[in-house]
């Protein structure tokens, strides 16, 4: 009988590209409108400046976490065919590693050279026990550079659509739009809190109140610069 799988999928890389994505996207936008409608400018402009953040922060975070992720994943694939070389050229010094480390956790030193013993007849779970142990990492789940690249992408601009709407709508109201990229920070921040053991209402304030700086700081930032210009 196959049991149920009771733990949630931690290791494609979709759930950290996505979070950030879509936080970056709220607070980015949130703050870029909130410091350019503090500088006075027209509707047209504001939706203008919002939609060319959306478009060129969503292309920088989907290259960004590709590249990010496919580097990472080759540091990881040079450090395993490193480890692969010392198995095949020094398999007793590699058990003997092995052995070592699971006697610091307690396990006892018979069992632990005799399950030592046994990996060595096998290279691939020898390799993949010795990327666990030394790297922290299991070969064959690494996260997929598109996998993250598309879900940064899409949830970019999925948050920095969201201050957009009000105007998008035909209204011409900052503090509107403001309040509806709030709002989108605190449903984002209580979804997060889903994938965690965190509260969903204390994510949502985190998140909403981390917003709230960065929107105002960027207005107090508008308001002086349109000033100064005017």
Known sequence: MTLPEHHADVSGGWLRAATFGAMDGLVTNIALIAGVGGGGVSRHTL???GVAGLVAGAISMGLGEFTSVRTQNDQVAAELAKELRE???NPEGEADELVAMWTA???????ARQVADVLKTHPEQALRVHAQEELGVVPDELPSPWTAAVSSFVCFAIGAVVPLLTYLLGFDSLLAAL???GAGLFAAGALIARFTARPWWRSGLWQLLLGAAAAG??????TLIGVGVA
């Open 87 to 89: 198995l095949r050229l």
């Open 179 to 181: 309040v509806v990229g």
């Open 105 to 111: 956790r307690g396990l006892p030193t018979p069992l």
């Open 47 to 49: 939706i203008l400046t």
């Open 217 to 222: 700081a960027t207005y107090v930032i508008g």
